[in-house]
């Protein structure tokens, strides 16, 4: 799989420069959990940077997955 | 579109929640910034809570969404 084992044993999608996409509950409702963590005592922890949104919203962006390359897109023609 | 005017006149999905995915340029790099806002005077500014993501880190996420949708319905599965 491409998902690695934190030291908490949850499984992470790993973005690159410490930050990490992982599925989090909160009061028995799963989030997907976009977070930036930081290092302290050789263990990475989760920062304040970051955001867990609902599987609805977590949908809403893949729904809208053309739309958002293309304002990526269309901003990178604008150099 | 799907998308919405900001006050800003920057374009935004609307994720509920008081919560938007939109562009933003800091020191001239495109990121994806998902975010909560909130209201004040009758304004909505951008709040704590949330995370701009690189394109490459956006990209990431797309195609990895298989695998975390099987993750939110692993979760659902064990209720």
Redesign the interface.
């Given at each position: 799989?491409?998902?690695q084992k934190g030291a908490d044993g949850r499984?992470f999608?790993d973005?690159?420069?410490k930050?990490r996409?992982?599925?989090s509950?909160f009061k028995g409702t799963?989030y997907?959990d976009?977070?930036?963590y930081y290092e302290t005592n050789g263990e990475l922890r989760p920062g304040?940077?970051?955001?867990s949104?609902?599987?609805?919203?977590?949908n809403?962006?893949?729904d809208?997955?053309s739309?958002?390359d293309s304002?990526?897109n269309k901003?990178?023609k604008k150099r």
């Open positions: 799989s491409v998902l499984k999608l973005l690159g420069k930050r996409a992982q599925l509950d799963m997907l976009i977070r930036e304040k940077k970051g955001i949104i609902t599987q609805e919203q977590w809403l962006l893949k809208n997955a739309t958002i304002l990526f901003a990178a």
